[in-house]
């Protein structure tokens, strides 16, 4: 009987044991982590995820399972809206030789030599920098083309926004002038879309994980 | 995107250093455990590349050669290790196979529910990927489903197996149900409103058994619902509408195994419905009024209330009729809604007038109308609502916009006391065609030179054809239905559309993506317990291995399984359907039906039943007459597993012992146009006026559909036929001849052509007969004779609501030795389906002596019927005028409407009459009234059997008593279905 041939019940025990004899005296260089629905997140993936969070956040890399966890979370909203992205707004995809990467690579690293260094230290590669950061945009714009236009924020919601924030920081502020509410209308109005916009991108996430089958492999996260 | 970071911070990911060590390296084996894989070597190097030996390793293709990989769908986990060999780096892809559902079955539970339930409850679908997750929550949604049913003790057990070859898992979910709970006397809050208490509550659930005797009935689901809608149904009664009733919990009390509903009522106030100025039945009201069903009160309720009554009034000729509502208190507690209606004038729509049409004749337009012009008997006053005006007129506009015509401009004008009759009104309706459009180019991109050929014939957007939105959306239909049924199940498809450089044309652009072509890999079958895997096989059609994955021909092949008659369910699916493969497996799972079915029946006919004493002859033409029958009837279908069913069925009566043996072979040999069935009979019957006959037959009769029209039946048949001395009541010197043992060896066929739109009720279309019989010596008949019958019957549409149907029938028997046609096996006619100026069987020659039909040798009938609603939709009527009858011989045939001498029946009798339908879903019930202008006229005997014996005995002579008597004018029928 092959290592496959049994109930699913041992199923997980055989491969499990199949890993142990096929590695014995090797090691797993990757392995399933996380699916989401027929797409897959490797373990590989997500440590390349981790590093590139701290390359860009100049923080040491945090390898905990917990954190793994977190960001194999990220990387699931990710792959939905990849999926969601890849059937209806092809368009707002940014090529990772766009020159905003560039703008805003030189803006994360105004320095090469440094940049150089980040990279060789994380084991990243300048394009699956250039990459993740075209998906940054890509993902701004998915939220422009996706869920901005159905957002509108009232008026009366723009002038509490003023009220209580504007208005009442030049008044802590003592002689500070206050703007009048049409001269920042636009930027308050632009404030609230964006965080309507992101609620509604946490809706939208939540509302298809229920619907997509998504399966955390515990061995990938010990 | 603003903030920016300026980077010198030197952190390090120092694990995976290893793996990342790897990097770079030449790769010196890919290696996969377990070596059986389930996709076939291509497929895996396909997946995995560019991985492949003497290649450097990169861990980005490794990564991607397991997204691959995975989203094949046949696996459920894989992981790659490597190790340093041969001075490279050696891989190995462990994997765990993904196992897909077959088998579902549910144990121990007795019904309700029944396993149909459990089984759709578990939730588990054929051919999609299992999890042990989904298990634990299949086992919950079945605990579910008998917690509903009142088993709250019940536990689930679950059993696998797994055929790893096929990567498929049977699940077993094992119950031990345990009692199931009865129950408890409900807990009844709320306001329960005047004169309802929680007695009358707990009565009007039925929760109860019969006066309280022998406590609560046991709990299902069913009981549960059915008593609430009964206690909602009592507030109803009690004019609270807006009653809200809630099941708030079951309270279960294990040790006494009951459930304890907790009922809260809302009574609300009571509400009134009262009518002025208009009176409707309560009932049509309740039909009328959607808060009857709604339960509750709101404007938009009211609203609809208010334009149902107004297009009931409308359709009842009061097209100006006004309705308004109000709603308020009366009382405390009552609240009253008052419709207050102004009906008008009763109106009759005299005339409906359609003008501006060209491209359409207005036949073809009023087909789609709503609005009816007055007619004599159905529409008295005619059909119109402004609301049908509204629905006609788009209905006009879109039939011209499918053809073409963009710019179609429909308007509608309504006269009242047109033409200066006072409450007549007429329609006009002005059709304002505009240009038709026209394709002007049609271009197809991306179809495969293979597929553009039958795309292109079933186009209804080709170049030149009409252009409209509606022929685009049909040809995204028949194109996408092609591809779905073509191995393409992602095919997708674009229309563009842009006006050409001439006017009133357009430019076409349709822009196909095929997607990726699936093939069937296999085909495999679970739930064959006794039926033969063969019979089966043989219905499969267009899935072997290779051909195109096509939906059409799973659900083709499904249907052949069905009509096998010997599956209670077939259910099929694509094993894997998300994962990204070529070649699919396509998945066939059974659940055999019951194989025995007893049938038993007791019932009684009243009718004309003639010679049924043998102690008078006075009434040849059968008397009023009551037969009671008890009948039984068992059947064991897929018989050897072979998806053959034998039966049996017997009827007892005092007109008929009858058991009939069956053994029927559907789709003979596999294919499905032919059937095969063996017969044999045993009847001994008085179904006729003149004899008792018993007969004993053994018959093979191959069915065979020709075509979607045509269909054809080839008979051979062996009969022994005898009649009972006792019963003749024909003139003694012909006993001899006639109550002789008669065998018969006889070969037949049927072609039957049937091009009528409803067999049931046809309107149009055609139906033709002809049966054609030898009987010969050569098959073991003692007598030689031929027999044809042949009857041709149309269909014919006479505007929007009569139909014409005629028909004529021919019959011919003639003997081809010195030996006369035995009496069972001459023609015998009359009656509800061949003339109905004649009781059932009375037609043709009679004995002279007796005046009791002795059946012909040739009929002639010729039927015509006009046939119209009368009442609604589901009262016709039916004029119809019969013309023939049953002939002594071929030569005899005559077309003269007097009998001439008494002795003579060799005579055309007409009958006319009028008859009434009512339609059902196995057909029309049938009443008819018909008069016979011309009924035949006889010597009759009064007297017994012994005497007409003794006065007729050879030798003496003839004292027999003659009476001189004549078939009643008035003939009364009732039966199931038209008469041709």
Known sequence: MHCAAHSRGTGKAVFSLCLLAAASGAEIIDRIAVTVGNQVITETEILREIRLNALLDCTAPNLSPDYKREVAEKLVDQALIRRELDASYAGVTVNPADPVVDTMLRQQFPEQAAYRKALQQQRLSDREVRQRLAWQLTVLRFLEARF??????????????????????????????????????????????????????DRWIGQTRTQTRVKFREEAFQ | MGIVLVCALGAVVPARGAAGDYEGQRITAIRFEPPQQPLVSEDLKEKIAPLSEGEPLRLADVRAAIEKLFQSGRYDDIAVDARPENGGVALTFVTEDQLFVRGVTVEGVPEPPNQGQLVNAAKLQLGEPFSDAQLKQSSENVLETLRLNGFYLAKVDTDKFVEPATQQIDVRLIVDAGERAHFGAPVIKGNLGQKIDAGKIVGAAKWKRFLGLGGFREVTEVRVQQGLDKI??????????????????????????????????????????????AKISRGRLRQLLPLYQEQTVDKDLLIEGRRNITEYLQGQGYFEAAVDFDLHDAGADEQVVEYVIDRGERHKLAELIITGNQYFEEETIRERMYLTPATLVRFRHGRYSSDFLRRDVNAIEDLYRANGFRDVHVTSRVEDDYQGKENELAVFVRIEEGPQWFVHRLEIVGAGQENLSFIEGVLQSSQGQPFSDFNIVTDQENILSYYYNNGYPDASFEAAVNPAGQPHRMDLKYTIREGERRFVRGVMISGLHTTDADLVSARLRNLEPGDPLSQSAMTDSQRRLYDLGIFARVDTAIQNPEGETDHKFVLYRFEEARKWSLTGGVGAQIARIGGGSTLNLDAPAGSAGFSPRVSFGVSRSNFMGLGHTISLQTRVSNLQRRGLITYLAPQFKGNEDLNLTFTGLYDDSRDIRTFSAKRMEGSVQLGQRLSKANSAQYRVAYRRVSVDKNSIKITPQLIPRLSQGVRLGIISGTFIQDRRDD???????????????????????????????????????????????????????????????????????????????????????????????????????????????LLGDNIHAVLFHDAGNVYSSLKSISLKPRQGPITNFDYMVHAAGFGIRYRTPVGPIRVDLAYAINPPRFEGFKGTLEELLVCAAPGRPVTCTKDRQQLSHFQFHFSLGQTF
Do not use: C
Not at chain 1, 168 to 184: H, I, M, Q, S
Not at chain 2, 803 to 809: D, K, M, T
């Open chain 2, 232 to 277: 909602r149904r009592l507030y109803q009664k009690h004019d609270y509408l807006m009653a809200r009733i809630g099941l708030d919990q079951m309270d279960f009390l294990r040790a006494e195994n009951r459930l304890v509903p907790h009922i809260t009522v809302e009574s609300g106030p009571k509400v009134r419905v009262e009518l002025k100025g």
């Open chain 1, 148 to 201: 901005r236009p159905g957002v509108q924020v009232p008026e009366a919601e723009m002038r509490d926004y003023y009220e209580k924030n504007i208005a009442a920081k030049a008044a802590r502020n003592g002689g500070e002038t206050l703007p009048a509410f049409e001269d920042v209308r636009v930027e308050i109005e632009n404030i609230l879309a964006s965080r309507r916009t992101n609620q509604a991108l």
């Open chain 2, 759 to 869: 067999p049931t009720d046809a309107r149009r279309g055609i139906y033709n007969t002809i049966d054609s019989a030898l009987a010969s010596n050569f098959f073991g008949s003692k007598t030689t004779f031929t027999r044809i019958v042949a009857r041709n019957a149309t269909f014919h549409r006479l505007g929007r609501d009569f139909i014409f149907a005629r028909s004529l029938s021919f019959g011919w028997i003639s003997k081809l030795s010195q030996l006369e046609v035995p009496l069972p096996e001459l023609l015998f006619a009359g009656g509800a389906s061949s003339h109905r100026g004649f009781p059932e069987n009375q037609a043709g020659p009679r004995d002279l002596v007796t005046g009791f039909p002795v059946g012909g040798k040739a009929l002639l009938f010729n039927t015509l019927e006009l046939r119209y609603p």
